[in-house]
RNA sequence: GGGCCCGUAGCUCAGCACGGAUUGAGCGCCGGCCUCCGGAGCCGGAGGUCCCGGGUUCAAAUCCCGGCGGGCCCGCCA
């Protein structure tokens, strides 16, 4: 079997040459040096890779030039040179390696024609479980544009990690404890009738917000009835004005829904009773509550899954807070566990059970040992004076739970959960979970604008993800419409969803996580370069090409015909993704291999305007073309593979 | 008040965890290329005190300290 990963073979090469051009008393300090590795040079006219000598200059009292003119002079004499194909010193002290592109194209191919499209997908020698908890969206509206971006950034690290070789199983937590699901289902209990056709989560986001208006208000006129004094009734005539002009505006959106809701909510004495009452039965279990707030969960979940699936984005299974947390007793089961291991860090108020987190981190040691930045962590309650539980301490059962079912645990969450996440964290230890730091992870991702759009969860004004999809599509479809006349109605359909809503996975997926991304339209849907059509198109010619020569695939190429500057460059870059795929799995960066898409195309569609292939007319170097030209074809297959991207193979 | 994240070209971003050689890409703008294997393409140009000020270092966009600007978080909400 040819080896995996061809580049590795050059900088391997490299070191060992290094290492054996010094003297020996170099060689420790030089040994170090290089186990950080070798970098790349900033300009491609300086080689692949370069080793800075400042370092070991130093050490030894050296001058770094003259021992980058040494280093190059005896690699370049030295007769165990296969991939480097030359040395040279430059700058104020670097040694600058070029690589003998015909030996690693050599490699590129046997390797491409070895492992087809799963080529770079490199396995990695210490299989995890890995459980990957993503998107988790509240059951009572549809997902939105930020849940979006959570499920397509959990979705690639699942795609990512299962393709590196780990046991990997995505897992969607429904939230369907707690207030808001109850509001929900109460609204839904009373026009459950009118809830037919459409996305059934659509409807339900304005059951929601419509009724958590209604109820509000209703509360809050009986506050004023009651006030005792004209600034308490002042204050309460301001906020039910609010709620008064956030009904017009969900009525306008559906007055015949509004106005039967209005009119079944009125007829209860005491709305929010029925709704606690409905929170309390359901904790319990009782039959009819059950049914009710499951029936409502799964209808919503119904359109999640609709939603998802155009999107190419599966769960292995749907946790229920409800039975992990709640109906096990688990949530009990940990405060009390907390109660004996750390009795001095609770404190009783007013009923409530509260923790000190920050004594906690103090007394096991964490706040070194993890870095913690902050001086003081805040106090958490773990338990309401009812007896109810909160939803931290529900999601320290789960995170018990996954953890019990996996090595390693990622919760693909929105930063602004960041301190919660910090205390469960902090918890987890106390509780004497192995290894946490290095299990649990918070992948933290930040929010999504869209220019012009105006957000208000009161209003239920959301930006919905099937909306900005269905966007997608139209903007593609119509560009398909323009482009390609000859194609049938249903390809026309066809190419327009899946290059649509891959535009939209690649533009959510190719900005660090950790930055507030821009959503434009231009952007994303541009059909030039840094877009997924323009992947696609750069895919869709490569297979043009390859139908039309007839060509097989074959390792009976004369590499020394690939002598333009691009096919060099060609042959670096794919030789060099399955480094950049190690990383982006290691260090669960899927962005790294849409910007590695990228570059590929652009070289691509370079080579391909100045280069001929099949009207080449020297047979050995056409056929080394095509074999160039099948490689990127496998390789774009394989990068998409990664990140669980779709093509499509004609537009 | 405290903590976290972000600040790089008009706009959207990459590079920063692990310092290295003249910072880059796309869009937009200006100017070229359809006798072409698919123009959803290609080539060129203009455009930057890498937010500011100190410090560490042979070397700072990158590390440290102090500011400034923006976002988020500090609930008996989820």
Known sequence: ?????????????????????????????????????????????????????????????????????????????????????????????????????????????????????????????????????????????????????????????????????????????????????????????????????????????????MTNAIVEIKGLKERLKAASNDEERANLTKEIDEWVSITYDLRSRDPELFDELLEKISKDEDPRRAISRLNREYEEGVRDAVELVRELCNRVIEGFKETLSRLGVRFDQWDWESEIAVWSGAADTIINKISTLAPWALETQEGALILDVDKVSSNLGVKDEWGLPGKQIPKLTLKRADGTTLYTTRDIAYALWKLERANKVINVIGVEQSLAQLQLKIILKLLQVEDIQNRYVHYAYELVRLPGAKMSSRRGRYIALDDLLNEAVARVHREVEKRGPSLTEEEKREIAEVVGTGAVRFALVNVTPSKTMTFDWDQVINFERNSFPFINYT?????????????????????????????????????????????????????????????????????????????????????????????????????????????????
């Open 539 to 651: 895919y869709v010619r490569a297979l043009g090409i390859l139908r039309k020569s007839g060509f097989a695939p074959t390792l009976n190429v004369d590499v020394a015909k690939l002598i333009h500057d691009y096919e060099r460059e060609l042959v670096i870059q794919m030789a060099r993704y399955p480094e950049l795929f190690v990383q982006a799995a290691e260090e669960l960066r899927p962005e790294i291999l849409t910007l590695f898409l990228n570059r590929l195309s652009e070289l691509f569609n370079s080579y391909y305007e100045k280069v001929n292939v099949i009207r080449e007319r020297d047979e050995e170097t056409r056929k080394a073309r095509l074999m160039l030209v099948y490689s990127i074809k496998t390789v774009l297959e394989s990068c998409t593979k990664a990140i669980n991207l779709k093509m499509v193979k004609k537009m």
């Open 1 to 209: 079997m040819p080896y995996a990963r061809p580049f590795k073979l050059f900088e391997d090469e490299c070191a060992n040459l290094i290492k054996s051009s010094v003297s020996e008393a170099m060689r420790g300090a030089v040994e170090d040096a290089l186990n950080r590795g070798l970098e790349t040079p900033p300009y491609r006219s300086m080689g692949e890779l370069a080793y800075p000598c400042f370092e070991v200059a130093k050490v030894a009292g050296l001058n770094p030039r003259k021992l980058a003119e040494e280093i190059s002079f005896v690699i370049s004499s030295s007769g165990e040179r296969r991939f480097v194909e030359k040395a040279e010193a430059a700058g104020e002290g670097y040694v600058n390696l070029y690589v003998n592109h015909r030996e690693l194209a050599k490699e590129l191919f046997s390797s491409i024609i070895a492992f087809s499209s799963e080529y770079g997908l490199v396995k990695t020698e210490r299989p995890l479980k890995v459980i990957v908890e993503h998107t988790s969206g509240n059951p009572v509206h549809p997902l939105t544009i930020g849940t979006g971006r959570n499920a397509i950034i959990g979705d690639s690290l699942v795609s990512l990690l299962k393709a590196r070789g780990h046991m990997v199983k995505a897992h969607f937590y429904v939230n369907d404890v707690g207030l808001q699901v109850m509001i929900a289902a109460y609204g839904y209990s009373k026009v459950k009738h009118r809830i037919m056709g459409g996305k059934p989560d659509h409807m339900i986001g304005l059951v929601y917000p």
